[in-house]
């Protein structure tokens, strides 16, 4: 079966050729390997190349909607149509990487309820397109409620077993997510994983293990940070659970540790993120760009606030939670809270409040943080943390939603910068989201600023010390997006001069539409600029012939 033919049962689609024929046909192959050795081009013009530890990378998804031919000539005409710059002599017998490494999200249903991969056959041969293309690695969700599903302590890690051999096999990097979140509710979510049966047993016996509103509504994406440190779960704390889990992880993966798997992104909260469920989707609570919730009013973190307000004389304080902060889908001016000439946000109490709950996300994250680092100790991994690009509203005074998210951001106070001293501390990456959006873009009646907001992040990681790296928020294919990537990137802030650019770029996410034509030859040439960085001043080395047949075979088989 051919590569395009392969990729095509992604779709579960037969992909004809050109001429009308299954790309199993013979006649249907568009690219030869003896065509590309006689261009003058691919001896002459390609710049790329091959070694062990910098292939050209891929991760695939497992689509089931019906596509469009995915003409994966293209993946292997970008080759021969840009110089493309791999490496930076530096003196002597060195040479330094340039650039920004992209990486690619798998599907969220990589692996499958019974713990199996799905549609292997059509993830490997997407992990070889991507290869071709240029592709560092892939991220990877690694889902707490499918290898810790039934008992505690037991795990069953079949399905990535084999996405990580197969990522190895392909000469791919691996950026582990540890979610120990439910999948299903937020934006983009395809399919739904939830949290261990077990874990929600206990839930269901005390639903103070939820995060709550003030209406007393409960979301069960994950775990109240009120009860981190409190033995609910079966004589464990959730902490340890966490930990225990990313242990396991380490344990069973330790031959590829450091080498294929270089990096664990450890999930704080919904959607993995560190903040607070605040803006939940799930049965139409919350709609864009609605101001969201406080998620304080279980009994945990009552406790916790009660003890606090006493601990300055202010026991009134800790009784609840603003209750004049309006409803998820209010706006800051319809609320006596959020609006810009009140007291609330503002005033002595709304100033003790933001700060004791955004004072908790911070310490929730930084006892997951410790456990998981002293874990892998001494393994040259990473640790990175993913923070959500909350843009909406960002051009008012209080910036409410961001402050419902546990975010205490003001126009008045940075609230970024915290969050990045924390991760400082443990050398963790700040990886951010809404990369690829511009302001104009957004509706301007909510005073949506993307741009302004990755700015901010951008100083407020370079003060601390903190390696920055990205995701684009929503899927997006054209140039424009792209455009707006690189240009973020750079970390050229304000054009001042300093050198620095994101460590990583994570794509968002691998599915049918990505292996479109037109998308695919865009998405090809974006990851070859990105790899090039912004230093033009290069030594261009030709690419070695081999490669450039590696890569028709890639596209043909």
Known sequence: MSLQHQIGALSGTPITSDSGSMTGDPTSATVSASALRRSPEASLRCSVEKQASDTDRVSPSPPTSPVTRPDLTAACQAFLSEEVA????????????????????????????????????????????????????????VWWGLVERDVPGVYNWGGYVELMELAKKHGLKVQAVMSFHQCGGNVGDSCTIPLPKWVVEEMDKDPDLAYTDQWER??????????????????????????????????????????????????????????????????????FPGIGAFQCYDKYMISSLKAAAEGIGKPRWGKTGPTDAGHYNKWPED??????????????????????????????????????KAIFENTGVKFSVKVAGIHWHYGTRSHAPELTAGYYNTRFRDGYLPIAQ???????????????????????????????????????????????????????????????????????????????????????????DLFQEENWRRFV??????????????????????????????LMH
Request: hydrophobic share 35%.
């Open 86 to 141: 791999v490496r930076e002599y530096h003196g002597g017998a060195q040479y330094k990487e340039k650039g920004v490494p992209v990486y690619v999200m798998m599907p969220l249903d990589s692996v499958t309820m019974g713990n199996g991969v799905n549609r292997m056959k059509a993830m490997s041969a997407s992990m070889h397109a991507l290869r071709s293309a240029g592709v560092e690695g892939v991220m990877m969700d």
């Open 335 to 372: 609320t006596d809270f959020f609006r810009k000439e009140g007291r609330g946000w503002n005033g002595p109490y709304g100033e003790f409040f933001l700060t004791w709950y955004s004072q908790l996300l911070l310490d929730h994250g930084e006892r997951i943080l410790s456990s998981a």
């Open 525 to 554: 040439g974006f990851v070859k600029k990105m790899k090039e960085g912004k230093d033009g001043n290069r030594c261009r080395e030709q690419v070695a012939e081999h490669l450039v047949q590696e890569a028709a075979v890639a």
């Open 422 to 512: 924390m991760l400082a501390r443990h050398g963790a990456i700040f990886n951010f989201t809404c990369i690829e959006m511009r302001d104009h873009e957004q509706p301007q009646d909510a005073l949506c600023a993307p741009e302004k907001l990755v700015r901010q992040v951008a100083l407020a990681t370079r003060k601390a010390g903190v390696p920055l790296a990205g995701e684009n928020a929503l899927p997006r294919y054209d140039n424009y997006a792209h455009e707006q990537i690189l240009r973020a990137s750079s970390l050229n802030l304000d054009g001042d001069g300093e050198q620095g650019e994101m460590c990583a770029f994570t794509y968002l996410r691998m599915n049918p």
């Open 218 to 287: 409960r979301n069960y994406e994950c775990l109240s940070l009120g009860c981190d440190s409190l033995p609910v779960l079966k004589g464990r704390t959730p902490v340890q659970c966490y930990s225990d889990y990313i242990r396991a992880f380490k344990d069973k993966f330790q031959h590829l540790i450091g080498d294929t798997i270089v990096e664990i992104q450890v999930g704080m909260g919904p959607a993995g993120e560190l903040r607070y469920p605040s803006y939940p989707e799930q049965n139409g609570t919350w709609k």
